[in-house]
């Protein structure tokens, strides 16, 4: 080897596992991992493409410049899908398990990725998993509304102006997932999560999210989470938004 020839480094990539259970049939289940049309209702804002083995699937969130394609290595529908995407020059394979308990279904999630970004995958899959949730309860075509802005500081003062923001304006949150983001209800059929992201220290992207599956009008909720995402910009948030 010339001793001028240097080795990228490319980082170890470990699983993480996360094993929940929904109130739907198993069938249900997996055509809302699997069906564009349902991934768009709750996992992305547009879905594409086919989830058959050797096909790929394209996800995308326009209101926050991004895209992912996942390239289907395994489908055995209702029972198992996994996939594979390039991250951050990486290559991530995540994929699901579904078992049957009773009336609901059992899912193991897993999903393998550099060890130091367990945490944040971890809680961003258990955000996705809280929309799924209200997703397959309520059904239909999503409304959604994003807000989005950036914020300085560390990560836990940024999330610490988002969480006193959620509770002072939208009540207390149903999942705190500390410095990653939260989630929680406005109305039975309205549901909100609020993102933080790292950029470039110490800047931070923050997202809001609105949605709903019922014929509410969010944008009369607008006001509030911009606001909301305004004081949590910047200092910590006092008054009420009426």
Same mark, same amino acid.
């Given at each position: 080897?010339?001793?001028?020839?240097?080795?990228?480094? *490319?980082? %170890?990539?470990? %699983?993480?596992?996360?094993?929940?259970?929904?109130?739907?049939?198993?069938?249900? *289940?997996?055509?809302?991992?699997?069906?564009?049309?349902?991934?768009?209702?709750?996992?992305?804002?547009?879905?594409?493409?086919?989830?058959? #083995?050797?096909?790929?699937?394209?996800?995308?969130?326009?209101?926050?410049?991004?895209?992912?394609?996942?390239? /289907?290595?395994i489908a055995e529908p209702p029972h198992r899908l996994q996939v594979s995407a390039r991250v951050a020059g990486t290559v991530q394979t995540q994929g699901i398990v579904l078992r049957d308990r009773g009336e609901s279904t059992g899912v193991e999630l897993y999903h393998q990725a550099p060890k130091e970004q367990h945490r944040g995958i971890a809680n961003g899959w258990r955000l996705r998993l809280f929309v799924l949730?209200?997703?397959?309860?309520?059904?239909?075509?999503?409304?959604?509304? /994003? /807000? #989005?802005?950036?914020?300085?500081?560390?990560?836990?003062? *940024?999330?610490?102006?988002?969480?006193? %923001?959620?509770?002072l304006h939208l009540g207390e949150? #149903?999942?705190?997932?500390?410095?990653?983001?939260l989630c929680g209800r406005i109305t039975d059929g309205v549901i909100y999560v609020l993102r933080r992201f790292s950029l470039a220290a110490p800047s931070h992207l923050l997202a809001a999210q609105l949605m709903s599956w019922q014929d509410d009008d969010l944008k009369e909720l607008r006001p509030t989470m911009e606001s909301l995402i305004e004081h949590a910009s910047t200092d910590a948030p006092s008054g009420a938004i009426h």
């Amino acid at each position: 080897m010339s001793p001028n020839c240097q080795w990228a480094s *490319v980082p %170890a990539v470990e %699983a993480l596992t996360i094993e929940t259970q929904l109130s739907a049939p198993r069938d249900a *289940v997996y055509r809302a991992w699997t069906d564009p049309s349902m991934l768009a209702s709750w996992l992305c804002e547009d879905a594409s493409g086919s989830a058959r #083995a050797g096909s790929v699937l394209e996800l995308s969130w326009p209101s926050l410049g991004q895209n992912l394609q996942l390239h /289907v290595e395994i489908a055995e529908p209702p029972h198992r899908l996994q996939v594979s995407a390039r991250v951050a020059g990486t290559v991530q394979t995540q994929g699901i398990v579904l078992r049957d308990r009773g009336e609901s279904t059992g899912v193991e999630l897993y999903h393998q990725a550099p060890k130091e970004q367990h945490r944040g995958i971890a809680n961003g899959w258990r955000l996705r998993l809280f929309v799924l949730e209200h997703f397959l309860r309520w059904g239909g075509e999503r409304g959604i509304e /994003v /807000v #989005a802005g950036t914020a300085l500081g560390t990560e836990t003062a *940024v999330y610490d102006r988002l969480a006193e %923001a959620a509770r002072l304006h939208l009540g207390e949150p #149903a999942l705190q997932l500390m410095p990653d983001g939260l989630c929680g209800r406005i109305t039975d059929g309205v549901i909100y999560v609020l993102r933080r992201f790292s950029l470039a220290a110490p800047s931070h992207l923050l997202a809001a999210q609105l949605m709903s599956w019922q014929d509410d009008d969010l944008k009369e909720l607008r006001p509030t989470m911009e606001s909301l995402i305004e004081h949590a910009s910047t200092d910590a948030p006092s008054g009420a938004i009426h």
